[in-house]
């Protein structure tokens, strides 16, 4: 049965000594502090203080009210060719409301600008585009005696594309608080234009299930293992793409496995985690990510992050190899009508590496401060277990990000 | 989607190499798959109550920044096949 203890927080030290007969132990916090670190370090040991109570690991920290914000600067080139520029706001709020529900919301502006590729990777005469996209999601949700139920709506909108969904999630817990249970369900429905041709007005839906585990295996160690199963119907062809014919069904299924572990010896916690993505498109990809937080004194850390990505082609995709007639015209494609092809390079067959640097600040006073840059390159010749596609350019970009957080 | 590969490489003529390369991409991610799961509930040391201050550390949450993943995901959804994984919730983008 969980025990409010935020009433019963004592002053901030850096040492607990707790006097239970259950449990005695110096929880000694070093290393990277915060006021939120050693506030939170202070709940687990009261709560750990009272028999048959919880501690928050494998469950959400629900915290209290809490705003976030964020900056991204986007910008990606291939050789000799600047392209596209974004430039996204974010804010997150967070409103616990009674005892038992919170309120989260997000609001999002992307401002895109510059140039997009046409088929394969033809960097001249692409066409200068802008956009802006504004998305905004909501989710309430309730807590019960080990179990969490939340539900939320999303909307985003852009010139071209409306999108709309709904979701339901559930956690539940174990008697012990070391494993924790997820499923979730999502409704997604999208409205496809094309500032090409105003007559263009499609619809795509999409049917969504989650299920996870998260699991404490020892004192330093969270493991978590999710599988996720999409069924889209709709429209899915790229309308700013001369031949590009898609099946109007797509089935996704993803598997992920994260694992966060504490080296005490180095006081540095390593955040590492593995994708497995397959779909109906005929694409089979890996994404592998790992990422150390290193204190630096009481107020600072440095993340540095490794991504690593590799998918295969679509059964669709083809190759910069034309008809007799030339590009855009894959062969065949007078002779024998081809049922499905594209020539999106986003369905070739690549790798990606990303190389990513994040500095955290705490400011005092519930204020912290974050900085990120990620360098990304995307290469044919990188993808796991093939030669790529032929005929794509290499691709790069550069993300930076500003955050500010205040929680209350 | 095991056998369906097993069956492909002894019934489907003569022997394929790209054949026996899927296969084993398959089962590589099926060991990778296992031994993550079982790590879970065959930890040789589940922790105590009192033993669990270090997993309370914010570096040590799942879901650590909210708006860093979802700006992350949203990158790498515009320039990669692969999405969803990070939940449910969220609406769609034109940009995939």
């Known amino acids: ?408 | 989607m095991l056998r369906s590969n097993l069956n492909l490489c002894l019934h489907a003529g003569p022997f394929s190499f790209a054949k026996l390369e899927r296969l084993s991409r398959v089962l590589l991610d099926l060991v990778i798959l296992l031994s993550a799961i079982s790590m879970i509930g065959c930890s040789s040391k589940p922790p105590k109550p009192w033993e669990k201050d270090i997993l309370a550390r914010p570096g040590m949450e799942m879901e650590a920044d909210l708006l860093e993943q979802r700006i992350l995901m949203h990158v790498y959804t515009s320039k990669e096949n692969a999405s969803r994984g990070q939940g449910v919730g969220g609406g769609g983008c034109g940009c995939n």
Do not use: C
Not at chain 1, 51 to 67: C, F, K, S, Y
């Open chain 1, 1 to 408: 049965m969980a025990v409010d203890v935020t009433d019963q927080l004592p002053p901030v030290e850096t040492e607990v000594n707790l006097n239970s007969k259950e449990d005695q132990t110096a929880g000694h916090v070093s290393g990277f502090e915060s006021a939120a670190n050693r506030n939170w370090g202070m709940i687990v040991a009261m709560a750990l203080a009272v028999p048959g109570t919880v501690a928050a690991q494998t469950e959400t920290d629900r915290g209290g009210p809490l705003i976030a914000f964020k900056w991204l600067s986007y910008k990606d080139r291939q050789p000799g060719l600047r392209r596209i520029s974004v430039e996204s706001p974010s804010v997150r709020l967070r409103l616990p409301v009674a005892e038992r529900w919170d309120i989260n919301a997000q609001f999002t502006r992307d401002r895109v600008s510059g140039a997009s590729p046409r088929w394969h990777s033809n960097v001249s005469s692409a066409s200068i585009m802008s956009d802006e996209r504004k998305a905004v999601d909501a989710s309430v949700t309730r807590y019960e005696d080990g179990t969490e139920w939340s539900v939320g709506i999303a909307s985003s909108e852009e010139n071209d594309f409306k999108s709309r969904a709904a979701s339901a999630q559930r956690r539940w817990h174990s008697e012990d608080r070391n494993r924790t249970w997820n499923t979730g369900l999502a409704f997604t429905r999208d409205r496809i234009g094309s500032s090409d041709d105003p007559a263009l007005d499609e619809r795509r839906s999409t049917f969504e299930v989650t299920a996870g585990l998260t699991q404490a295996v020892s004192s330093t160690d969270l493991v978590q293992i999710g599988l996720t199963i999409a069924e889209g119907r709709g429209f899915y062809n790229d309308p700013y793409k001369r031949i590009d014919i898609r099946p109007s069904t797509r089935r996704q299924i993803i598997a992920t496995t994260r694992w966060n572990h504490h080296v005490e010896s180095l006081d540095l916690t390593v955040r590492s985690s593995w994708r497995w993505y397959r779909d109906s498109f005929g694409v089979l990809s890996h994404t592998i990510g790992v990422e150390p937080i290193v204190a630096i004194g009481s107020r600072t850390s440095v993340t540095p992050s490794l991504r690593l990505y590799s998918q295969t082609a679509a059964k669709f995709y083809f190759d910069p190899v034309y008809s007799f007639v030339g590009a855009p015209f894959p062969p065949g494609y007078f002779e024998e009508p081809l049922r499905n092809v594209s020539a999106d390079h986003r369905l070739a067959a690549f790798g990606a590496v990303t190389l990513g640097l994040k500095v955290t600040r705490q400011l005092g006073n519930g204020w912290v401060a974050d900085v990120r840059a990620d360098h990304y390159e995307q290469r044919q010749s990188w993808s796991l277990g093939s030669a790529g596609s032929p005929g794509l350019a290499p691709f790069y970009a550069r993300f930076y990000q500003l955050g500010l957080t205040r929680r209350f």
